[in-house]
């Protein structure tokens, strides 16, 4: 094995996953599953395994379209630090996701389309992970918006899937529309799409700064619709309809992984460009605490969890905008995908248990009932609200300092979400598993198997101690800001914003049998839905109707049904014509050659 | 010695009559038949023609009598399908009356 093909091992072996399990999968459920899984593991060791490589060849490249010297794309693999860190991220959920996956969906309609969705899934992260230039990054940036809408609409024939798959479709090719005004922007500037070639072209660049500032920004977008930052967000929580893996696929190793991962593999080319970091770094600031604050008045298990994974990612962009190099920000991804999975995971065992009843209100008192599932959410809790020596801890606290440092009202806005993200992971904390059984189904909860359970238990390891310095240093080089520099209030802050969030949401959910807390504005998550459903339905639906008023009184009437009714009121008249006297006809051709003749003659 | 106008004349004659036929009489037979006459008589006009426009030289013009036997051979195939399809017009509607043959009107 060579460091040359593993990669392509690495990316391909999904698709024929996918492939196998469209083709052969209806006969075996197992069979289906089995692919998969097979896939997600070999990709998963291949990629352990280039990880423990130092050395690596040069990576092959295949000419895919050449336009001659302008423009040349090609189909090829990046192998540094960088994709090797986002392969383990990505392949060692997946691998988990997936086997949870045969637990969870054992009882659903869709088995082995399910599987083969995963499959494809994984293959369109795996292309962007991997990709050596922009184009191809691009091709499999849609391929995982046309995968996570076949995922998220897993339940097709539910109107609510259908149409959350749609909105996540439609939302993602806004930002995607202006990632590819900004690729193109870029290739205009150096002539080369390649990312070696842009990273070496873009620090010497002689027009004008205001140029690449537009450029990153607009691939910028392609961010904020992939990861889900205000204003194009909206998308992610109503992604909640599919089945809990792939919330817990799309919210932790794959697709909103993406924007931030795509910002890392280009920040050579933002570090010269500061306007544009800090307006990446106010856009992630600005979400991170946005989304934390709908999280605390949410009702649906999920939703909060997908509110936390909005604000989550605003922390990683805050961290692309502020920090030196993209390490910190993939750091706190890292940490990320494994307690955000893992907590995702817990709730899809707490969900199986009550019955696909997702109102936490119905829940309650289930400690005793799940108490494998409660242990795992407890390990992915105490680390999305950053604990003390948690991974989330350590990587979120960086990001935060870095704030500060930078951008002290984005630092302290971020330290302030943190104070809520441990706010609203408690009182969910509390609410789902302390108090009394709320519903009949809670009463009878049972815990889940082992196929779902063990992948929840192997994550729980690192999403508490992936953070730990010796740990981290394995996969990250970090730069810490010189502690001069970070005040000194602030870690006494965020140590009192943990343990202000968990004490407030205790004192008030511990035991709470209805919400005693109602803020209309969060729990209508500032109204920011509301406002894009009164411009769809308001300014595009009346657009809609001048539109469909033209194409019904000028296309339709004038250009087509005026000309119709001519022609057949022509018709009619040279209906009565045919009389049916074969000797007629032959008077009136005759008569039209003499006619003729005369017209020819007569010059 | 007639004269070319002496063909012609015949030879419009013959078309009329050819004509006439068509149009009043009602067996589907004679207008068939009124049919040929009339391309006969262009026959005629053209052999007319070609005798009596003599080329320098001193010959007819052979291009009209070639055209006419053209004429001859594209008539008798039009006979022969004419003839099949009245004989099945026949067969069909047990009458070879153009009156009785008047379906095809609005």
């Known amino acids: ?603 | 010695m007639p004269t070319l106008a002496h063909y012609l004349l015949v030879s419009g004659l013959l078309f009329s009559l050819g004509l006439a036929g068509v149009l009043l009489r009602r067996n589907i037979l004679i207008i068939f038949m009124g049919l040929e006459l009339m391309l006969n008589a262009a026959n005629l006009s053209l052999v007319a023609f070609s005798r009596f426009n003599l080329l320098p030289n001193g010959l007819p013009n052979y291009n009209a009598q070639v055209l006419v036997f053209f004429i001859i051979t594209v008539a008798a195939a039009e006979v022969a399908v004419g003839l099949a399809i009245i004989v099945a017009l026949f067969r069909a509607k047990q009458t070879t009356h153009v009156e009785d043959l008047n379906t095809l009107k609005f």
């Not at chain 1, 083709?23 to 998969?36: C, D, E, P, Q, Y």
């Open chain 1, 1 to 603: 094995m060579s460091t040359q093909i593993a990669p392509w091992i690495i990316l391909f072996s999904p698709l024929v996953a996918a492939v196998l399990i469209f083709l052969i999968g209806r006969f075996s459920k197992t069979l289906s599953a089995g692919l998969a899984i097979l896939s997600a593991a070999t990709g998963c060791f291949l990629s352990w395994w280039l990880f423990r490589q130092t050395e690596v060849a040069p990576q092959l490249a295949l000419e895919w379209l050449n336009f001659g010297p302008e423009l040349t794309i090609t189909i090829g693999i990046t192998l540094d630090h960088l994709s090797k860190v986002m392969l383990l991220v990505v392949t060692t959920i997946s691998t988990l996701v997936f086997i949870y996956s045969t637990g969870y969906m054992r009882d659903e309609e869709g088995y082995t389309r399910f599987f083969a969705g995963l499959s494809l899934f994984l293959f369109s992260m795996l292309g962007i992970v991997l990709a050596d230039n922009f184009v191809m990054m691009f091709i499999f940036w849609e391929l995982v918006g046309v995968s996570s809408y076949i995922l998220i609409g897993h339940y097709y024939s539910k109107d609510s899937a259908a149409d959350a798959g749609k909105q996540a479709f439609i939302v993602n090719r806004i930002g995607d529309f202006g990632f590819m005004l900004g690729i193109l922007l870029l290739w205009s500037a150096t002539g080369t799409v390649a990312f070696s070639g842009l990273l070496s072209a873009i620090p010497g660049f002689q027009g004008a700064p205001v140029y690449l500032t537009v450029a990153c920004v607009l691939v910028f977008m392609g961010t904020v619709g992939k990861s889900a930052q205000m204003p194009l967000h909206v998308w992610l929580p109503n992604s909640m309809e599919g089945p809990t893996p792939v919330s817990s696929l799309l919210h932790a190793a794959t697709m909103v992984a993406a924007g931030v991962y795509m910002l890392a593999r280009i920040f050579p080319i933002l570090e010269v460009v500061p306007d544009a970091r800090e307006i990446i770094a106010w856009v992630g600031g600005i979400t991170c605490f946005g989304a934390a604050l709908m999280a605390t008045q949410q009702n649906d298990i999920k939703r909060i969890l997908a509110y936390s994974t909005i604000s989550q990612l605003g922390y990683m962009v805050l961290g692309i905008g502020v920090a030196p190099t993209s390490s910190e920000a993939m750091f706190h991804l890292f940490t990320h995908a494994c307690f955000k999975c893992l907590l995702f995971l817990a709730a899809g065992s707490v969900m199986i248990a009550m019955h696909h009843e997702t109102d936490m209100w119905h829940m309650g008192g289930l400690r005793k009932k799940t108490p494998v599932t409660m242990i795992c959410f407890i390990a992915g809790m105490l680390a999305l609200s950053g604990c003390p020596f948690t991974s989330g801890y350590f990587s979120k606290d960086l990001i935060i300092e870095w704030a500060v440092v930078k951008t002290p009202f984005l630092g302290w806005l971020a330290a302030a979400a943190a104070g809520l993200t441990a706010f609203y992971i408690f009182r969910e904390f509390f609410v789902v598993f302390f108090g009394k059984a709320r519903s009949e189904h809670a009463e009878h909860a049972h815990e889940q198997p082992v196929s779902m359970l063990v992948p929840m238990l192997i994550l729980a390891v690192p999403a508490l101690f992936a953070g730990l310095p010796m740990i981290q240093e394995q996969f990250f080089t970090l730069s810490h800001p010189d502690a001069n520099a970070v005040p000194h209030l602030l870690h006494p802050f965020l140590y009192a914003m943990f343990f202000g969030g968990a004490g407030l949401a205790t004192l008030l959910y511990f035991k709470a049998e209805k919400d005693p807390v109602s803020i209309p504005l969060f729990a209508n998550r500032l109204y920011i839905d509301d406002v894009y459903f009164w411009f769809v339905n308001k300014i595009q639906g009346g657009g809609s109707i001048a539109l469909s008023w033209a194409d019904r009184w000028v296309v339709d009437l004038v250009i087509v049904q005026v000309p119709s009714k001519l022609t057949w009121a022509c018709g009619f008249a040279l209906r009565f014509l045919q009389i049916g006297s074969i000797q007629a006809y032959a008077f009136f051709f005759g008569v039209g050659v003499v006619g003729l003749l005369y017209i020819l003659l007569s010059k």
